[in-house]
């Protein structure tokens, strides 16, 4: 089955202790995002991938690493985290922005941040 | 980032009525516009998306329409149904197929409720 998934789907945490979301897409997508949602805010962009090894910022990069050193897989990474980070993240795919932009979502992951 | 501005916030509607939700933006750069629906406790999927050359499209009970001179696109539900509840966002890209192409700005969102 094609699909984006997440973990862990929900994470509880305190302050300063780093933490990874993991993401994987099974669909051999190049392009990969990491996004959060937050209410009355809509998603934000964190980072972007468009391929393996190439990452870029979004309108929402401070306090988040990524790394993209496979093409399935896009992990998220906190290194010191705040609870200005908790928050509902969304991991997403799509096939390649010279194709096509649908991007598919993984089922999101509910971080506090204590 | 460049901004979006999406209204209403929320929009409550009779079944059968049509919604209609408007996003605005300001960088005339910005040419792919997509609409992605989100359940409650669920992800966003794609519904309707359009392209900076074009006016408007259609799919079933659903359009979209843009106008790049006044720099804003909507969003039209016709004959609308209790499943169609759900919040909407609006986004897009910049400059899509150019440099910066992969950032994805979206609207903050409009909770439609439709009630029976």
């Known amino acids: 089955e094609a699909q984006v998934t997440q973990n862990p789907r929900y994470l509880i945490t305190v302050t300063g202790k780093k933490l990874t979301v993991t993401c994987s897409q099974n669909?051999?997508?190049?392009?990969m995002s990491w996004y959060r949602q937050d209410p009355g805010l809509g998603l934000r962009q964190i980072y972007y991938?468009?391929?393996?090894?190439?990452?870029d910022k979004g309108d929402v990069p401070e306090g988040y690493k990524v790394s993209r050193k496979e093409k399935r897989n896009f992990p998220l990474i906190l290194e010191s985290p705040s609870p200005n980070q908790t928050s509902l993240y969304f991991c997403?795919?799509?096939?390649?922005?010279?194709?096509?932009?649908?991007?598919?979502f993984g089922p999101g992951t509910r971080l506090t941040v204590t | 980032g460049e901004n979006v501005e999406q209204h209403p916030s929320t929009l409550s509607v009779q079944e059968g009525d049509s919604a209609v939700i408007k996003c605005t933006y300001s960088d005339s750069a910005s040419n792919y516009f997509p609409w992605y629906k989100q359940e409650l406790g669920k992800r966003p999927q794609l519904i309707i998306d359009?392209?900076?050359?074009?006016g408007e499209k259609k799919d079933q009970r659903i359009a979209v329409t843009l106008n790049k001179t006044a720099k804003h696109f909507s969003l039209h539900i016709t004959e609308t149904q209790p499943e169609d509840s759900a919040v909407y966002f609006c986004?897009?890209?910049?400059?899509?197929?150019?440099?910066?192409?992969?950032?994805?700005?979206f609207g903050q969102g409009t909770i439609l409720t439709v009630h029976p």
């Open positions: 991938s468009m391929n393996v090894e190439v990452t």
């Open positions: 359009i392209r900076s050359n074009v």
């Open positions: 669909m051999n997508h190049e392009y």
């Open positions: 986004a897009l890209i910049r400059n899509a197929g150019g440099t910066s192409y992969g950032k994805l700005t």
């Open positions: 997403a795919s799509s096939i390649s922005l010279y194709l096509t932009y649908e991007q598919y």
